[in-house]
Every structure is written in C-alpha cells, then in structure tokens.
T-cell receptor
C-alpha cells in the first residue's frame, strides 16, 4: 500500500525566505506526482505536476523535483510572501488508480 | 472556462438522514474522482469513474456510500443513514486523461456535518 509522508507538518518563516517542503512515498512505481495548495475552507489548487519520466517542473517562484528511485519530491518556494500561507499537499498516482495524498505541510509566512 | 463545481457547499444532516452530493466536472473530462477529507488530514480516495463506468470503488468506507455517473458527466455521491463519522469535506476532481497521467482539477468541496 502506497504511503505518502510530508515533513514538516507545519512551518513558519519570515517573509522573503526561501523554503523547501518535503514529500516521500513508499512505492516508486508511480505515474506522476502533483503538488497542491489548499486554503482554509477551500478546495485544492494544482501547483505543479511532474510525470514519472521528468525530474523537475518550475512555475514562477515554485520548483518541484522528483527522485522516483528514492521515493522523494521537494517543493522549493523562493522569496516567500504572506500570500503563500496555506497547506501544501503532495499526491502520487499510479495508472488510473486512486491518488494517494500526504497529510500536508501547513505554511505560515510572517510579514 | 468553468472549473469543477460542487453542490451544496455546506450540508448539515441529522444522524440517520440520507444525503446526496453533486459534482459537475469540467466539460469533456473523462475521469472523475471522489475524495473524503477529514479535518487536518489529506484527502482520502473514495471512488473513480472513467466516463460512466465506476472502475474503482475500493475507498468507499461502507455500503452506505454509493456513487454514480450515469451519463458520464455529472456525478452524485449518496450517503445513506448518515453517521457522525461521515462528517468531513467531500471533494470531487476531474481529469482530461483516462490513464492517470493527467492533472486533476478539484472542486471547492462539500462540507458535511452530521449532528
């Protein structure tokens, strides 16, 4: 059974700091890994999708890497802003089968 | 274009009542997923549809949970005889692809509270 772990569970940083969120998964036979953002009381917003054949994806201040063999992904946020405060979730999928989510990292960026 | 929509956004049910939650996926999306998200947890998979076919329902917690997508577009998640442990946010997602390579787009969720 696939298990996805995210560390840390919560993180508080001052505005402007660069930060890294970690995601690890136990079964490396995945099709893709997706990073999401969830604001309180809201649904999930997709940030980056990395296919299993890719090593990284970038969007603006966000960069996500994938090391499938070691079962790890990182989400790098550059020059953090208070608007980045949210819960960040990673999710892995295999085929059309169920997507497995981590429990998330709750990020607070302090002005 | 329009994203995934869900209704109602909030539902309060008395224990034992039946509820029906609706999901309108993005037009043309083949795949549709339902998830249950308890407070402080990540979403947990419930069921998956490819068009009108329910290909995986392994995540449904009991036989009180039933999902359908009869015409391959709108989907309904029905919970019979609701229990307090059913209280959660129910999320729907759709994807253009059928193989799992595609990006999932999520709706805002329905927050169900069973009293």
């Amino acid at each position: 059974k696939q298990e996805v772990t995210q560390i840390p569970a919560a993180l508080s940083v001052p505005e402007g700091e660069n930060l890294v969120l970690n995601c690890s998964f136990t079964d490396s036979a995945i099709y893709n890994l997706q990073w999401f953002r969830q604001d309180p009381g809201k649904g999930l917003t997709s940030l980056l999708l990395i296919q299993s054949s890719q090593r990284e994806q970038t969007s603006g201040r966000l960069n996500a890497s994938l090391d499938k063999s070691s079962g790890r992904s990182t989400l790098y946020i550059a020059a953090s802003q208070p608007g980045d405060s949210a819960t960040y979730l990673c999710a892995v999928s295999r085929g059309y089968q169920k997507v497995t989510f981590g429990t998330g990292t709750k990020l607070q960026v302090i002005p | 274009g329009a994203g995934v929509s869900q209704s109602p956004r909030y539902k309060v049910a008395k224990r034992g009542q039946d509820v029906a939650l609706r999901c309108d996926p993005i037009s043309g999306h083949v795949s549709l997923f339902w998830y249950q998200q308890a407070l402080g947890q990540g979403p947990e998979f419930l069921t998956y549809f490819q068009n009108e076919a329910q290909l995986d329902k392994s995540g449904l917690p009991s036989d009180r949970f039933f999902a359908e997508r009869p015409e391959g577009s709108v989907s309904t998640l029905k919970i019979q005889r609701t229990q307090q442990e059913d209280s959660a946010v129910y999320l729907c997602a759709s994807s253009r692809r059928r193989t799992g390579h595609g990006e999932q787009y999520f709706g805002p969720g329905t927050r169900l509270t069973v009293t």
